[in-house]
């Protein structure tokens, strides 16, 4: 039996490809015959994705990029809005799959995995909405004082000089988990390699804008998520106070079809607050309802 400092790292190899510019990403090996591809939230990176990465990859090869302007992948004159972050996607997908796909998104990562689960319905098998954009419930964006604190939370130190309360006064952060210290180490030679700047800021606010307008006229939102054709699981922390969890009540009771799991004292971000309960209630949901479609699709093929 192999020692256990020769087992594999949690944390695979970088591997990049030029799409219009460098995009980093990892892989995971996984069974044939699926692969499933996560998508990271506003000011983010691939490394929201370690923690599920174990149970995720039970079920299929697993991929997480960073989208341009995050992580490893440089902005390289590319948009941040969610319509140029799917079209970098739809171009990843392409050069790194040829099977069905399911997306992971969370908060913006799930706006861009919905856009392109509507628009590649022959590709994609099931969409799994983390803490993710929805369409409001009664229009606009929450609130100002949200975004304003999400933009300066971007801003890290810069923006606290910039508010007179914590951060967290504007955007609660519910049960942070720690980093774990592997995540912690490949975090701190990331921000060395390619520290968050102002072309960093300049991509959230695009996609913060983005969000924005697409939440003005309410029925856009809406023909985003009703264009969906695969199996969509919710997944949202009850005290998500960026989109709140009556937007995912509302979305859910809107599609009937689609599976909905609120978690109590969890927040916005809830691969920080409980990752085991949300990969957990993911890989279940993979394994009752998107790996049996796609057995029944082969088996008539």
């Not at 591809?37 to 697993?62: F, K, Q």
């Not at 590649?120 to 369409?135: K, N």
């Not at 979305?251 to 971000?269: F, K, Q, S």
Request: glycine fraction near 10%; charge should be neutral.
């Amino acid at each position: 039996m192999p020692s256990s400092s020769r087992r594999a790292p949690k944390i695979p190899p970088s591997r990049y490809l030029d799409l219009g510019g460098r995009v980093h990403y990892r892989e995971w090996p996984g069974p044939d015959g699926l692969t499933i591809v996560c998508v990271h939230a506003l000011g983010r990176n691939h490394l929201s994705w370690v923690g599920p990465s174990p149970a995720l990859s039970r079920h299929g090869r697993m991929l997480a990029l960073d989208l341009p302007g995050y992580g490893l992948s440089p902005r390289s004159g590319r948009r941040g809005t969610v319509e140029a972050q799917q079209s970098l996607l739809h171009q990843f997908l392409d050069a790194t799959t040829t099977g069905p796909v399911v997306l992971v998104g969370e908060s913006l990562g799930g706006a861009v995995g919905a856009r392109q689960a509507a628009h590649d319905p022959e590709r994609i098998a099931g969409l799994v909405l983390v803490s993710s954009y929805l369409p409001p419930v009664f229009g606009g964006w929450r609130s100002p004082a949200v975004v304003s604190g999400l933009v300066l939370e971007r801003l890290g130190e810069v923006g606290r000089v910039l508010v007179d309360v914590p951060l967290d006064a504007i955007v609660p952060q519910v049960g942070r988990i720690p980093l774990s210290e592997e995540v912690a180490k490949e975090a701190a030679a990331m921000q060395r390699a390619q520290p968050r700047g102002l072309d960093a800021l300049l991509t959230d606010a695009e996609a913060l804008g983005s969000l924005v307008r697409l939440s003005a006229i309410v029925s856009r939102a809406h023909a985003m998520f009703d264009a969906i054709r695969c199996p969509v699981l919710l997944l949202h922390g009850e005290a998500d106070a960026e989109v709140p969890a009556v937007w995912a009540r509302a979305a859910a009771a809107a599609h009937p079809d689609w599976e909905l799991h609120v978690m109590r004292e969890v927040g916005h971000i809830c691969d920080l607050d409980d990752p085991g309960a949300w990969a957990s209630l993911a890989t279940r949901w993979l394994q009752g309802t998107v790996v049996p479609a796609l057995d029944a699709a082969r088996s008539l093929s």
